[in-house]
């Protein structure tokens, strides 16, 4: 009998672990988040990087010290001026993750005129960020801003030449 039980005791642990390894994320996360957010944390659009060094790619590189999270998104338009690509990289929370994703999905197909439109407000109100986290949308609204900035400075030194 001691032994029956052991054996199951064996397997229920493992499976737990099995189990809490795979999920202890999302779990965490599913505790106080929104859906919206762990859709984007756990399957995040646009990540990686451009080429910093085309003139047709602006970069933003923001940070929030109070919280550590750093995010880059970087936009690429076409000779029309219209933003054909978007990517991040953010080291951050799930929120900030969440947030960055959900900008590189909006800024597309827009123009940089148009992409500063986009307030924080409607990426928290999409995600559903709770107050705590609303820093994690004002950053993505920051890096579409200063991706713009580095873009328009490359194409007036590009006119210049």
């Not at 202890?24 to 919206?36: N, Q, V």
């Not at 750093?70 to 001026?81: A, E, N, P, R, T």
Request: hydrophobic residues 35%; aromatic residues 4%.
């Amino acid at each position: 009998m001691l032994s029956k039980l052991s054996t199951v005791s064996r397997i229920a642990t493992r499976e737990t672990s099995r189990l809490a390894a795979r999920s202890s994320t999302s779990t965490l996360m599913k505790r106080g988040y929104h859906d919206s957010i762990v859709e984007h944390y756990e399957n995040p659009r646009n990540v990686g990087s451009l080429d910093k060094n085309d003139d047709n790619v602006g970069t933003g590189l923001v940070g929030a010290p109070a919280c550590g999270d750093v995010m880059k998104l970087q936009i690429k338009v076409d000779d029309d001026g219209n933003i054909v690509e978007s990517k991040f990289k953010t080291f951050g929370c799930g929120s900030a993750i969440a947030s960055s994703s959900v900008a590189t999905e909006w800024v597309k197909g827009k123009t940089v005129d148009e992409v500063l439109a986009i307030k924080n407000s409607d990426i928290a109100s999409h995600l559903k960020l709770p107050p705590v986290k609303l820093h994690c949308s004002m950053l993505a609204e920051d890096a579409i801003r200063a991706a713009v900035s580095d873009l328009k400075n490359k194409q007036e030194k590009k006119k210049s030449v």
